[in-house]
C-alpha cells in the first residue's frame, strides 16, 4: 500500500478513515500515494481556522502579514527540489511546465509580501475619501474595507497545485482571512506537501492554514455567512456550488473562475512576412504546448485573415511538428503528460466532437519518447481548422482540456471581434499587429468580454509575458462562461477578502479613525 496522505485540519495532522483514492503517476501509471477525508470533522476544523487562525491574523498589521509571507516564500524555496519531484511524478510536467506551477506560484506570494509591505501598519483599509452627507460638512461617510470574519475555502483545479494555491493564499492570508484549501484529487500531493512544509516550518498561527484532500463530500455545509469561497474548476461543478445554500440562502461570498474558451488574433494590417504573423504562430504553439493545454488561460482559437489561413497552418503546423511528446524524465521531450487516465480520455472525447466539425490541420499521432502509449496520459499537439468561422458553433463553445486548438478565418476586424465573443466571455484573448491604435482600439472592444486583453507588437516581443501566464499585478478571471470572477490584480485582490462598510461620522470622529 503506498502512504496515505494526512489532512491538517483544526490545529493538527488527521488521517481519513477510509481506504483513500490512489494518486498515479500519468506517464509511468504508478500508483503514488493516496489520499482521504472520510470521518473529518469538517465543522470543527472550519471553526478553529475561524476563531484561532482568523483572530491570530486579525491582530497582526498588513505589514506584519506581509512579513509572513515573505517566510513562506523562504520555506517552499528550501523545498523546491522536492516539489519538481512530486511535479514529474503527479503531473507528468517537464521541468519548465513544473516551473509555471511551482515558480508561479511563489513568484505571486513574492509580489504580494512587497506589495503588502506598502500597506503599513494598519489593522483596516480605507476605501476612497470621506464624503459629506449634507450641506454641513460636518458629518460625513467614509468606506472602510476590513477583513472578513470567517474562512476562505479554496476548492481547486487539478492543473496547478500549486499556483492555484498561493494565487489565492496570498491575498487572504495578507488580508489577515486564514485559509482552508481543497486541492483537485489528481493532484492532491504538491499541494499537501507545500502545506505540510509551511506547517512543520511554524510560520503562520494555528489554524491560519489548512488542507482537505480527497472527497469534496460534504465540503460546503460548515460554511457561514461570513466565509468565502473560491472555486477554480470546471463550469459544471461551479454550477453545484452555486446552489449549495451556503450560496444560495447563507450569502456566502464566492468566486467562480471556471472554463474558457480564449482567442488569439492576428489583426488584418499584418501580412505573412511580418513580425506580428511570427509572433501569433509562436504564441499559439506555445499556448498548445505549455502544461499539454491543460491552462484555463491557453488559446483555443486562433483567428487569422481569411487570405493567411493556409500559411497561418503551415506555420503553426510545421512548428508543431517539432514538439517531441512523452517521459519528461527524458530531456529530449519539450511536452510530457495530460495529468490523468480522466483526462486523457476527456481530451480525446472531446478531439473526436471537434473532428465532427472541423478539419484536422495537424494531427496528433507522433511517436512517444521513452513511454509506453499503452501506459502514458501523453498525446501530440492537434491543430484543427474551419473554413466557415461563423458556422461553427461547436469550436466557440468547446474547451478540450488539452493540447488542441482550432484556426479560424476572419473578413475584417469587426467579423473578428465579433467571433471572439462567440466565447460568451474569456479569461483572456490576445491581439498581434503591429499597428498601435488599431491594436488599442480592438482592445477596448474586447475589455467587456475579457478579464485581460494581452496586447502582442513587435516593440514587446522580448518584454511580453505570455498570453497564458497569469501575472499577480493583472486581474485573472473572466465575465460569463469564465465564471464571473475576479483574482490577483495586485491588490485589488484584497477586496474579495474584505467588507466594505460606511461610516457615517462627525469628522472629528472619522479624523480619530485615520
Ligand atoms: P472540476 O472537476 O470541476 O474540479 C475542480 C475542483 O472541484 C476539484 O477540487 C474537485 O475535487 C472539486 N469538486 C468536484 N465536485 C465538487 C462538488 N460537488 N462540490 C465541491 N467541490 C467539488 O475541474 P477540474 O477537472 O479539476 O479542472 C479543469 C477545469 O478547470 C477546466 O475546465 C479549466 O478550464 C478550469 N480551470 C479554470 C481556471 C481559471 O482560473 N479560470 C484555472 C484552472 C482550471 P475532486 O478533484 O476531488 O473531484
Known amino acids: 500500500m503506498t502512504e496515505l496522505l494526512s489532512n491538517y485540519l483544526g490545529g493538527k495532522w488527521q488521517a481519513g478513515s477510509g481506504a483513500g483514492t490512489p494518486l ?68 507528468g510536467t517537464v521541468r519548465n511546465d513544473s516551473a509555471v506551477d511551482i515558480d508561479g506560484g511563489i513568484f505571486t506570494l513574492g509580489t504580494y509580501a512587497k506589495l503588502g509591505d506598502t500597506l503599513g501598519d494598519r489593522h483596516y483599509l480605507p476605501d476612497g475619501e470621506a464624503t459629506r452627507l449634507g450641506k454641513d460638512p460636518l458629518f460625513q461617510s467614509q468606506h472602510v474595507l476590513v477583513p472578513t470574519r470567517g474562512v476562505a475555502l479554496f476548492i481547486n483545479a487539478f492543473n496547478f497545485p500549486s499556483w492555484g494555491l498561493w494565487e489565492k493564499a496570498a491575498p487572504a492570508l495578507l488580508a489577515g482571512v486564514p485559509v482552508i484549501v481543497k486541492p483537485a484529487t489528481a493532484t492532491a500531493w504538491l499541494t499537501q506537501r507545500m502545506v505540510r512544509d509551511v506547517v512543520e516550518a511554524g510560520v503562520l498561527p494555528a489554524g491560519a492554514l489548512s488542507v482537505v484532500c480527497g472527497s469534496p463530500a460534504g465540503l460546503l455545509d460548515p460554511l457561514q455567512p461570513f466565509d468565502v469561497v473560491s472555486f477554480t474548476g470546471s463550469a459544471d461543478t461551479a454550477a453545484v456550488i452555486r446552489s449549495h445554500p451556503a450560496i444560495a440562502q447563507r450569502s456566502v461570498r464566492v468566486n467562480i473562475e471556471a472554463d474558457s474558451v480564449n482567442s488569439a488574433v492576428l489583426l488584418p494590417q499584418d501580412g505573412p512576412d511580418t513580425a506580428a504573423f511570427d509572433l501569433l504562430v509562436k504564441e499559439a504553439v506555445r499556448e498548445m504546448t505549455v502544461k499539454s493545454g491543460q491552462k484555463c488561460t491557453a488559446i483555443r482559437r486562433v483567428f487569422v485573415p481569411e487570405a493567411l489561413y493556409g500559411q497561418a497552418a503551415e506555420a503553426i503546423g510545421a512548428r508543431l511538428s517539432k514538439v517531441t511528446v512523452g517521459n519528461p524524465r527524458n530531456d529530449t521531450v519539450r511536452m510530457g503528460a495530460l495529468v490523468s487516465r480522466a483526462q486523457f480520455n476527456a481530451v480525446q472525447d472531446g478531439l473526436a466532437y471537434l473532428r465532427k466539425h472541423a478539419q484536422v490541420l495537424h494531427d496528433a499521432t507522433q511517436h512517444l519518447v521513452d513511454a509506453d502509449p499503452a501506459v502514458a496520459c501523453c498525446i501530440g499537439p492537434t491543430l484543427l481548422g474551419v473554413t466557415d468561422a461563423d458556422a461553427a458553433a461547436a469550436v466557440h463553445d468547446t474547451e478540450v482540456f488539452g493540447p488542441v486548438a482550432t484556426l479560424l478565418p476572419y473578413r475584417d476586424t469587426a467579423h473578428a471581434l465579433a467571433l471572439v465573443r462567440r466565447g460568451q466571455g474569456s479569461l483572456v484573448a490576445s491581439l498581434y499587429g503591429s499597428d498601435a491604435a488599431a491594436l488599442g482600439a480592438a482592445a477596448v472592444e474586447l475589455a467587456d468580454s475579457h478579464g485581460r486583453v494581452h496586447v502582442i507588437s513587435p516593440d514587446v516581443a522580448q518584454l511580453h509575458t505570455g498570453h497564458g501566464n497569469v501575472m499577480p499585478q493583472s486581474l485573472h478571471g473572466g465575465p460569463g462562461r469564465a465564471g464571473g470572477g475576479e483574482e490577483l490584480g495586485g491588490l485589488r485582490a484584497l477586496h474579495f477578502y474584505h467588507r466594505r462598510s460606511a461610516i457615517q461620522a462627525s469628522t472629528a470622529v472619522l479624523d480619530a479613525l485615520a
Do not use: C, H, M
Request: glycine fraction near 8%; avoid cysteine; aromatic fraction near 8%.
Open 24 to 91: 498515479f503517476d500519468p506517464v509511468l501509471g504508478d500508483e503514488l500515494v493516496r489520499v482521504d477525508a472520510t470521518g473529518l470533522d469538517l465543522a470543527a476544523g472550519f471553526a478553529f481556522a475561524r476563531e484561532q487562525g482568523g483572530a491570530a491574523l486579525r491582530a497582526l498589521t498588513y505589514r506584519k502579514r506581509a512579513a509572513l509571507l515573505a517566510d513562506i516564500v523562504k520555506v517552499l524555496q528550501a523545498n523546491r527540489d522536492a516539489y519538481y519531484d512530486i511535479a514529474t511524478a503527479n503531473s
